[in-house]
């Protein structure tokens, strides 16, 4: 068998774990007692794998997740009105299929910012592209696209992006220009592609956050059409769990630590 040439003939084609399996194949006799169509579906099985990791690695690079949370690691333990059952259909992305928004709602430190990244994860691992971007940081990157002549590439790039996160929003009441760019980001996006909003501001304060009410009413319209809305409530997740030993005593101090996973 001419071994070395077809190695170097899957090296040439990009296939290097399909290359890289049958050189371990080669070296290790266990794999003779096996046909050949089933040593080819191993290399095969191999390569896919691999290819599908590096997409996986390459996507969430470019998705820029402030966290590196996964549906897996969310806890449903701390009482904050989180629904099982509704995050792990949110999981499985078919709200991205379906061109939905998801709007993750609640007061500071509950983890509107780890559930955001998990949803933008899943969606990444079923094949979509995300992109994470707090919104003060959105504003600043408008800012300086229109100074440098590159906005209508940032705007066509944000509207090519399967989920766009957007954290941190209505932070402050915008601005009329602000609002104004937020409808174009939204409206290049509205039944065409996912965005994941998180707020501290309840979602009956955005229209006067927005400012302008034409504005206020097109993003809203938009945001609103088609939404799964999560609404969070209770203590900070960076605060710990009470111990036994501070309910007994309301004196002692625990310095254990909430975990920092979801602690945002």
Same mark, same amino acid.
């Given at each position: 068998?001419?071994?070395h040439p077809t190695?170097?003939?899957?090296?040439?084609?990009?296939?290097?774990?399909?290359?890289?399996?049958?050189?371990?194949? *080669?070296?290790?006799?266990?794999?003779?007692?096996?046909?050949?169509?089933?040593?080819?579906?191993?290399?095969?099985?191999?390569?896919?794998?691999?290819?599908?990791?590096?997409?996986?690695?390459?996507?969430?690079?470019? @998705?820029?997740?402030?966290?590196?949370?996964?549906?897996?690691?969310?806890?449903? *333990?701390?009482?904050?009105?989180?629904?099982?059952?509704?995050?792990?259909?949110?999981?499985?992305?078919?709200?991205?299929?379906?061109?939905?928004?998801?709007?993750?709602?609640?007061?500071?430190?509950?983890?509107?910012?780890?559930?955001?990244?998990?949803?933008?994860?899943?969606? +990444?691992?079923?094949?979509?592209?995300?992109?994470?971007?707090?919104?003060? *940081?959105?504003?600043?990157?408008? @800012?300086?696209?229109?100074?440098?002549?590159?906005?209508?590439?940032?705007?066509?790039?944000?509207?090519?992006?399967?989920v766009l996160a +957007?954290?941190?929003?209505?932070? *402050?009441?915008?601005?009329?220009?602000?609002? @104004?760019?937020?409808?174009?980001?939204?409206?290049?996006?509205?039944?065409?592609?996912?965005?994941?909003?998180?707020?501290?501001?309840?979602?009956?304060?955005?229209?006067?956050?927005?400012?302008?009410?034409?504005?206020?009413? @097109?993003?809203?319209?938009?945001?609103?059409?088609?939404?799964?809305? +999560?609404?969070?409530?209770?203590?900070?997740?960076?605060?710990?769990?009470?111990?036994?030993?501070?309910?007994?005593?309301?004196?002692?101090?625990?310095?254990?630590?909430?975990?920092?996973?979801?602690?945002?």
């Open positions: 068998m001419l071994v190695t170097e003939g899957l090296l040439a084609l990009n296939m290097t774990a399909m290359a890289e399996g049958l050189v371990e194949q *080669r070296g290790h006799p266990d794999y003779e007692s096996l046909g050949f169509e089933e040593r080819l579906g191993l290399l095969v099985d191999r390569e896919l794998l691999a290819r599908e990791n590096r997409r996986m690695a390459r996507h969430l690079k470019a @998705a820029k997740l402030k966290v590196p949370a996964t549906i897996e690691d969310v806890d449903f *333990r701390r009482p904050r009105g989180l629904d099982r059952s509704q995050v792990l259909s949110l999981a499985d992305a078919h709200f991205v299929e379906h061109n939905q928004a998801v709007l993750v709602i609640g007061p500071t430190g509950v983890g509107k910012t780890f559930l955001a990244c998990a949803f933008a994860h899943a969606a +990444i691992r079923r094949g979509h592209t995300a992109l994470y971007v707090r919104a003060p *940081r959105l504003f600043d990157e408008i @800012a300086i696209a229109r100074a440098d002549g590159r906005l209508a590439r940032l705007m066509a790039s944000w509207a090519r992006v399967g +957007i954290d941190d929003f209505l932070l *402050r009441p915008l601005a009329p220009d602000q609002s @104004a760019d937020l409808l174009e980001v939204i409206e290049d996006r509205s039944g065409l592609r996912s965005t994941i909003v998180t707020s501290q501001l309840p979602v009956s304060m955005w229209h006067e956050a927005l400012g302008d009410a034409t504005i206020a009413d @097109a993003i809203l319209d938009r945001l609103l059409e088609k939404e799964h809305r +999560i609404e969070l409530h209770g203590e900070s997740l960076r605060r710990p769990p009470p111990t036994n030993a501070q309910t007994k005593s309301t004196t002692g101090r625990s310095s254990r630590r909430a975990p920092a996973s979801e602690a945002k």
